[in-house]
């Protein structure tokens, strides 16, 4: 069982930057994919970002638009997200999840996630 923890969330205003992190209990954090999905009220989980554990990076290209950058630190465990010129439409909360497989971009290719950390952008 892989365990993730997602921090870093929080009130912001548009404009201003922040960046999540999310810790992984595993030893084995190295050999997985690790990736970012949001969900805002009343909306389906949405895409993010996903590297790969040998840093294939895949971006949602609808809204990240070069304002997201995800990495990942294996010899701390540790995944990132920073995000930089936040919109109020940034608002939900942010997932981090866990596969063995490659790459994807659907949700039910990610077997192990966190709890979420909340973002609200204010206007």
């Known amino acids: 069982q892989v365990q993730v923890v997602e921090s870093g969330g929080g009130l912001v205003q548009a404009g201003d930057s922040l960046r999540l992190t999310c810790t992984s209990s595993?030893?084995?954090?190295?050999?997985?994919?690790m990736a970012w999905f949001r969900q805002a009220p009343g909306k389906e989980r949405e895409f993010v970002g996903t590297i790969s554990w040998s840093g294939v990076i895949i971006y949602n290209p609808n809204f990240v638009k070069g304002r997201f950058t995800i990495s990942r630190d294996n010899a701390k465990n540790t995944l990132y997200l920073q995000m930089n010129s936040l919109k109020p439409e940034d608002t939900a909360v942010y997932y981090c999840a866990a596969t063995m497989t490659r790459p994807s971009t659907v949700v039910s290719s990610y077997k192990y996630w966190g709890q979420g950390t909340q973002v609200t952008v204010s206007s």
């Open positions: 595993t030893r084995a954090f190295s050999a997985y994919t």
